[in-house]
Every structure is written in C-alpha cells, then in structure tokens.
C-alpha cells in the first residue's frame, strides 16, 4: 500500500513512554475535504462511551447528565477516539475487524472501514491527518486517512498491541505489546519500528513532551 506519511516538518523522534492505561468528524459529503484542526461548532459537550456487549456506543450529554442517542457501530465496540476537529468519531469493532466512522452531527455511520484482526485501541495524530488502530490479534497497526477513509497502511508491531499514543509532535507513534512485554515505537515519517522491552504485560501506553 502507498504510504501516506507526516507532511509536516517532525522534530527529531524522543522516545519518552510509561506504562500506564491510556483510553478513545468532517460534516456529510465532505470526505474529500482536507483534514481541519478548528473545533466542530456545536460538538463540545457530549461523551461518547462505546458499549461492547451492546454493538452501540451512547451519547451522554455533559450537562443534564443524560443518554441523548444510541448509535449503532459494528461488532463489539471496545475504544472510540474524535478528531481534533470534533466532526469524527472513531470506534473500533473488536469482533467485526472494522472501524465505524461516526458523524458527530448526524450521530450516524458513514463510512465502516476494515482493519487488522481484533481491533482493540484508536487514536487520530494531532494535525488530524492519520487514524491509528491497534490491531490486538494480528500484531498491527492499521493507518487510515481521514481524507479517503481508508487504510493507507499496515505496519507490524509485537504482539497482542493493547494500546498506543501519538507523540506529542505526531512524529511517532508508541504501541504497547501485551503479549511480547515490549513497546513498538514507529517513526510516522518512514513507517520504522524500534522495539523496546519493558514490564510484564504492558496494557497501554501515553506520551509527554520534552521539557522546553
């Protein structure tokens, strides 16, 4: 697959992880559009919890504290993560092998994108430029464009990747293996892994920038 890299200009990669637990849209038609960073108007205020038992993911509204819609996404959804821009919610379908990409206005489906086998963690680079998907079962990550929604990427970590962190630069990518008790971090420039060793079944991974 063509790789679509970090346009960017990227700072040298600092690797500066911890184990430690870490969690998780354009408007409709505007999927060709170029990815914005500007805050959605009207998307602050909600919490989107991803129900796995249920294939639903809930939105709670922030200030009467209440469930105000259902949407339904794929088979056993166990992460979510918005875009920077709060138009896209990504969430991924652990038993279906898929990412659903909600719209936040609309609260709906537009787009189901397959990935790696069993789908455990998402997150989106900064720039809102990339989606990273963690793919538990098959010792990947996916990277999908938010332009094209699709994956324009698969790159081989360790195995059983439970979570991951974009760098604070978006320059890397950090992967924790539960199963290889290693962290993969990828250079999103080139797609290269370094692997690093680190505590028994590590169960996620977050990042913090250098001190100035």
């Known amino acids: 697959m063509t790789?679509?890299?970090?346009?960017?200009?990227?700072?040298?990669?600092?690797?500066?992880?911890?184990?430690?637990?870490?969690?998780?849209?354009?408007?409709?038609?505007?999927?060709?559009?170029?990815?914005?960073?500007?805050?959605?108007?009207?998307?602050?205020?909600?919490?989107y919890v991803a129900n796995l038992h249920s294939d639903t993911v809930s939105v709670v509204d922030t200030r009467s504290g209440t469930v105000v819609d259902t949407v339904p996404v794929g088979d056993g959804p166990d992460s979510v993560a918005l875009s920077p821009d709060g138009a896209r919610l990504y969430v991924t379908d652990s038993a279906a092998d898929t990412v659903s990409v909600v719209d936040t206005r609309t609260r709906t489906v537009v787009e189901t994108v397959t990935v790696g086998h069993e789908p455990s963690r998402v997150t989106v680079s900064p720039d809102n430029r990339n989606v990273y998907v963690a793919n538990v079962g098959g010792g990947t990550v996916s990277v999908i464009s938010p332009r094209?929604?699709?994956?324009?990427?698969?790159?081989?970590?360790?195995?059983?990747?439970?979570?991951?962190?974009?760098?604070?630069?978006?320059?890397?990518?950090?992967?924790?293996?539960?199963?290889?008790?290693?962290?993969?971090?990828?250079?999103?420039?080139?797609?290269r892994t370094v692997t690093v060793p680190v505590g028994d079944g590590p169960t996620g991974v977050t990042t913090q920038a250098p001190p100035h």
């Open 3 to 47: 790789r679509n890299r970090y346009t960017g200009r990227c700072a040298a990669v600092v690797l500066a992880a911890a184990v430690g637990l870490t969690g998780l849209p354009d408007p409709p038609g505007a999927r060709a559009a170029a990815p914005s960073a500007r805050p959605a108007h009207g998307a602050s205020g909600h919490v």
């Open 148 to 191: 094209t929604l699709a994956v324009t990427d698969t790159i081989a970590v360790g195995d059983g990747p439970n979570g991951l962190a974009v760098g604070p630069d978006g320059c890397s990518v950090h992967v924790s293996n539960f199963d290889s008790d290693s962290l993969s971090v990828i250079d999103t420039r080139t797609g």
